[in-house]
């Protein structure tokens, strides 16, 4: 079993940053993917971005050039830069193991305005 937990979240300013963090406990070497999502209110939630075993990642195009994922064994992080106000979402961290299993972390709220 994987559990993951984020922290990070909180109240910027647009133009301004964040990181995000997300730690993986349990099983963590049948991690296969780690990866971000975010849903606004009456939204689906989305992929934001997301890294696999062999160290590939993929971000939504609305993020691509502002966000960065990086993977450090059972630690995930999102470093969002050149925030807008329509980052605003609940953010929530996954893991989907080889069982298949997938693990969601309860969300941090990202909150970007003036």
């Known amino acids: 079993q994987v559990q993951v937990v984020e922290s990070g979240g909180g109240l910027v300013q647009p133009g301004g940053s964040l990181r995000l963090s997300c730690a993986a406990s349990?099983?963590?070497?049948?991690?296969?993917?780690m990866g971000w999502y975010r849903q606004a209110p009456g939204k689906q939630r989305e992929l934001v971005a997301q890294?696999?075993?062999?160290?590939t990642t993929n971000y939504a195009d609305s993020v691509k050039g502002r966000f960065t994922i990086s993977r450090d064994n059972a630690k995930v992080y999102l470093q969002m830069n050149s925030l807008k106000p329509e980052d605003t979402a609940v953010y929530y961290c996954?893991?989907?193991?080889?069982?298949?299993?997938?693990?969601w972390g309860q969300g941090t709220q990202v909150t970007v305005s003036s």
């Open positions: 890294v696999k075993s062999d160290g």
């Open positions: 996954k893991a989907v193991t080889w069982d298949p299993a997938t693990s």
């Open positions: 349990g099983t963590i070497n049948n991690i296969y993917i």
